[in-house]
């Protein structure tokens, strides 16, 4: 069971959907935010990049890491509940993993790599209700 404000991160290497669980027993998510490119601040990927990175996959991983960044600055904002769930793509959730703060890290209680942006709420609450 997923508890009530728990907020869902559904990622990808292009946008990402932030929902907040309002269920108490039922995983019920209602769409907070939709995340794109446009709305971070572009500073590039993270680390190094490969020579034989494409311009897609170098975007996709600077998308992840804004992602990040933004939800770090959130967790030391203390503008996250304490419960936060990250379903990405697994290309995405890899770029992602290394760059958690401690304190977003301490509040992710799931992830889920999988490819479920394009998906409806009501699917990704099934997707939840089954781990």
Known sequence: ????????VVADGTSALIYR?????????????????????????????PVEQSPQDRDEATFSKQLVHKLNAMA???????AVVIIADPTS???MRPLY???????????????????SA????AALAKL
């Open 93 to 95: 959730l890899g770029h």
């Open 21 to 49: 669980n309002s269920g108490h027993e039922t995983i019920s998510l209602e769409l907070q935010d939709t995340i794109t490119p446009q709305s971070l601040q572009n500073d590039g990927p993270a680390g190094s990049t």
């Open 76 to 82: 030391l904002a203390h503008h996250l509940p304490d």
């Open 122 to 125: 009501h699917d990704v609450a």
């Open 1 to 8: 069971m997923l508890a009530t404000g728990t907020l869902v």
């Open 101 to 119: 703060h401690a304190d977003l890290k301490r509040r992710i209680v799931r992830e889920l790599p999988k490819t479920m942006v394009k998906s």
